[in-house]
């Protein structure tokens, strides 16, 4: 590729600009490791963010800082890649840069990996009410309203309202779905009853809503059916073909006319939809209904071979199986690997992108965990479950974890959780006053005898 | 003590109502854990927090959940205990009851351990740019903004304004002060200089302002020696008999007059001046200058021999030695125990308040730390450093976190960071956008190669 001299006469490196440090963007820069390039990685947090376990801290298992490692650790000895604390605002194809508010960064390569962020829909206005997770803040928030339901359902005198707060809807029965309900589940029924005097916290209902005929759609039919079973063994609610219309503060609103039904819940978490990143528009490429970038076979951008979009935020196709790559960690890290590969080659030998190699997709198998020692795997060609998919579970997301520190502290947390069924990081923090509406009288003197007995 | 029947025909049973979980007010509910009574145990969290590592969250080496366990948690097993999460607004001597907001709860037995909080000496408007250090949330929030500080200096151009968002003050060379001042440099000087590539975080400063002669004026002379040459060597500036007038985003002032000065400081973290919780007021009992409740030798209000008043919140003065008891976590759980043993006691025998013995403090020595394997040690009648003494400081601190598994992970993160001198909870949390006011220019293509190289 031509890259102009500098103005003091020293020539510049060819940039590439990576935009998102999830598990995509990562791999991408790590492969232009020995490149002579320079790396701009650009993130809006300061953590690479192992997503798959950020339901753990969501359900209290977890700290943050057991699932994050700061990006610039990542890099620390790989000194070709510079980090930038920032949001991407627009991307200008024309001008070969990318736009965060009114600073301009050049790029030689563009490599977007700025993932997706649930979506309600069209329904934007469902999100006050039930929470996605996608974010440690998500995580934190979500953690807050859970043990929040709890110490208000301890102080709620009226049983109706009481009932309404140890009510939990789950919507979206995928991996993250369904294990926040079997999380949630074992914390109420096993976790904290113990810890409460007035409510019996083993009443809570988890209400699992997915609109598909089966949990898990995207694992096979084998699983799904054990996770299925699992989770009914667990007490947790699962209602398939079931299609939420409405979400209102303590209340969602299920199927339409005659059909419509209401649910009064405390708390409701969304993890159903996910579009793409917001950025990808300014791309001027073909979006899918999901915003998502249709990029060709080397994951570039249609007409714009120096523009790549990789992860969530790309719907590609794998050119070997001709199916849609989907949309996990895998996907994400292999395409991250293509693209750095990619690009590092065109650098060094300057091979014209028509003669780029065409990206597939292999899939090393699906493992999802339903609860304590409980999981399914679809691997090897084929499925199984039980305490062997928990362990199997448990050591891929252990190795998976960047950062040794991470690797051994997370392991004590699991080892521990296991063992005696605690969930160590429950605490309520987050600035916001507790929310009971309708607290317990509980009155005077000479009457409260009973009313805290 | 005379308790009238229940309006059921049922004997009511005696409640001690205590306010505040900290380390007076558990002793308190755990020295009852025997007797026939009904403990009320309300705080405005949902954990007992182990105030002395605070300043560990603050400076990233540390996780929220490995220095909090959840109340309920620690009083599972103890029946008589019920735990409510709530702020109390006010309490009503004549009527026997708190208040929290519109919610009464009656007592037999009052315990106020409510703690103190950060006061600014009339300054409230400093507190927006010069947070204390008391909650969990508090520490978030420093640890936010310190690490946010090193992001922004990364992209800013200008070098005064660099030099400013590298500049630290602590205000108070207390305990917390001490320490916050030495993770800092710690972090500046050995953590994070490889994660960046513009700016040099060892240039850093870090300044430690007090108002007294020494650091550590509550330890000995040999201890503030030595904890001050031990600063020194860090590279903290230490500056004694200076007094902060007066505080606005990014600049404090120090002296007045013709000694007044100004230091231009991107992040300034009070460590200073406490006072009582406000909810002392409302007890019509006399307060000293720092709003603490003068208490009797019996740590009760004097007219008032069922409200009790303990830790931060006490000025109380030991029987013995006739000094006043320091408001540190020894002498709140010596007050704890003492007053729930008086209550135990007058409970199963009737003794009356008369006949209750004083308390006594006894002071089992004073530890601080001033960085990795250094720390000042006032103990067994003498003074030491050193190693030792960070030994000492370990293992003291290890052992007092209240529940095990606490404790096995403390030990793992400070044996990593020991070893790597690394800080895993370098989190960036808080929905809180950057603060970046000039970043630098990052320009466009041609003129590029410098400004980021």
Redesign the interface.
Known sequence: MDT?P???G?P??P?VVVVGAGFGGIRVALALDDADC?V?LVDR???HLFQPLLYQIATAAL????I?T?I??VF??Q?NV??????VTEVQPGR??IL?GN????YDWLVLAAGATHAYFGNDQWEEHAPGLKT??DA?EIRRRV?MAF?EA??EADPEARRAKLTFVVVGAGPTGVEMAGALREIAAQT?P?????VDTTTARIILMEGADRVLPAMSPESSEEAWAALRRMGVEVRLNTFVTGIEEHLVKVGEGDDEEYVDAGNVIWAAGVEGSPVARSLEAELDSAGRVKVGPDCAVPGHPEIFVIGDLAAATSADSEEAVPGVAQGAMQMGEFVGGVIARELTTGIEPELRPEFSYRDKGSLATIGRARAVADIWGTSFHGFFAWLLWSLVHVLFLI?F??K??VM??WA?QWL?Q?R????????K??R?KR????????????A?A
Chains 1, 2 share one sequence.
């Open positions: 102009p500098h103005p003091s020293r510049r490196r940039r320079d701009i947090t300061n953590h700290s943050p800082a057991d994050a700061p610039r650790t620390r000895h000194k510079q980090v930038i604390l920032g949001e070969k840069r965060m600073d301009a960064v050049a440690i803040d934190l043990l110490e301890e102080l904290i113990a810890d409460f005097r007035r950062g520190r991470n051994i502290l004590v947390h521990w005696v605690a160590g990081a429950r605490l309520i923090t987050g600035r006053l507790p009971v607290p317990v009288d509980l009155g005077r003197l000479e009457d409260e005898g009973d805290l």
